[in-house]
């Protein structure tokens, strides 16, 4: 006679975050952090059916949206990346703020608390999923930023991130520097909270100096950011990159959004005008005809050189015209032109890629669904026959499809 057991556990961390010397207790805990996690296991106990059905109903409900979006490969690679992304955050009990605090490990390329240009790429996750838990990575971020805590953080530009998890404490000496990328990343994830969750009252008047300093930072860095590190710094310092100036420009006219929606039309035509005039000249200084074919360099400087310019999709998330589709459907065309087993290069110098800017490729640049189904097919692809067999990396050779290094990120909420 077959029978049915099971086995409840769990891991108490006891204080899973220190916050600049302060303890917190995880959020399970409630506020008072009285709640034992011998109660956890009782109560999981107790509603042990309802919380599988629930997670059954869920599941079920995700696949079946996935697979209406992309279809049922890009339905089964998601669902890889909905575990990786939330086994990557932790959500703690702020009891200085009496309020709820979201925190996120880089993983594997770094053990970073709360790394800016990780959560980046992750955001597509939760703004799908929960715009409001997007709100909370971020807020820890601007309070850093805005000298809220025991550290006074004196550049211009933002963060790169908090301390090395799980203790949030690093002097701005030690910041990894990335000043086009992070500003650009938090304006950008800050206008699609206030998109998806209609509110902005949690960031004005409060942050309104600090992100008007980001803004201005960028306005001075554009169009030409001179020698600066990416998100993608195993490639080093690239001058000119013409991917990050997009982000800056981008983010510019995010910036405007974010000050048109809050009523300030004055500021907002200031900036809209600018990420406007800035796209002009990075048409000019990206442009090449190298090999009698038009796209754009992976720097101004360098003619016979390309990227991917996945920074430009973010328009499309946020519903913004920036570059618009001539670019895209032009870099897309470059792209197909050089395409292998495994998708496209990160750029022409180089036979590896990232899966979350593919994705991001995939999903902003493509100009029907036929498009978007190929790029998806070649990435799972590379999930299902990639020989190296590792929680997913998002750092891969396009032609072996071997692992180059990463794995276990939560950027794959990129997908």
């Not at 709640?35 to 109560?43: A, C």
């Not at 703020?97 to 800016?116: A, H, Q, R, W």
């Not at 701005?172 to 992070?182: A, R, S, T, W």
């Amino acid at each position: 006679q077959i029978q049915e057991r099971h086995v409840t556990i769990a891991y108490d961390e006891i204080y899973p975050i220190k916050w600049f010397g302060t303890n917190f207790r995880s959020y399970w805990r409630g506020p008072s952090g009285s709640k034992s996690i011998q109660n956890l296991l009782s109560e999981s106990e107790q509603n042990y059916s309802s919380i599988l059905n629930t997670l059954a109903t869920f599941d079920h409900n995700l696949i079946q949206n996935l697979t209406q979006k992309g279809g049922d490969h890009y339905a089964t690679v998601s669902s890889l990346a909905f575990r990786q992304v939330m086994a990557g955050t932790k959500l703690v009990w702020n009891t200085e703020l009496n309020s709820p605090s979201y925190f996120m490990k880089e993983i594997s390329s770094d053990g970073d608390l709360s790394t800016v240009d990780v959560i980046f790429p992750a955001s597509p996750f939760f703004i799908y999923h929960n715009p409001e838990l997007l709100k909370l990575l971020l807020l820890p971020i601007l309070a850093y930023g805005n000298n809220e805590t025991s550290v006074k953080y004196n550049y211009p530009w933002a963060p790169h991130h908090l301390g090395f998890y799980p203790v949030g404490y690093i002097l701005p000496k030690d910041q990894e520097n990335m000043p086009v990328e992070e500003s650009g990343n938090m304006i950008l994830m800050i206008l699609s909270v206030i998109q998806k969750t209609g509110s902005y009252s949690w960031l004005f008047p409060k942050y309104s100096t600090l992100l008007r300093g980001w803004a201005e930072y960028l306005v001075d860095s554009l169009p030409s950011p001179g020698s600066q590190l990416c998100t993608d710094d195993f490639l080093g310092p690239i001058y000119n990159d013409a991917n990050l100036a997009a982000k800056g420009i981008v983010a510019l006219a995010a910036y405007a959004e974010i000050m048109k929606i809050s009523g300030n039309v004055n500021e907002y035509n200031k900036y809209s005008q600018l990420a406007t005039k800035f796209v002009a000249d990075w048409k000019k200084l990206a442009v090449t005809f190298a090999e009698n074919k038009m796209h754009y360099k992976l720097s101004y400087n360098k003619t016979d050189s390309w990227s991917l310019k996945y920074n430009i999709a973010y328009e499309k998330f946020l519903n913004l015209r920036v570059f618009g589709d001539g670019v895209m459907g032009t870099e897309l065309d470059w792209y197909e032109g050089n395409i292998q087993t495994y998708g496209a290069a990160l750029q022409n110098s180089v036979t590896f890629t990232k899966l979350d800017w593919q994705y991001w490729i995939a999903s902003g640049f493509s100009r029907s669904q036929g498009e978007w189904e190929k790029w998806s097919e070649l990435l799972y692809n590379w999930v299902n026959h990639g020989q190296t067999r590792v929680p997913m990396t998002d750092w891969y050779d396009i032609v072996s499809g071997n692992q180059k290094g990463f794995q276990a990120r939560p950027v794959v909420g990129a997908l």
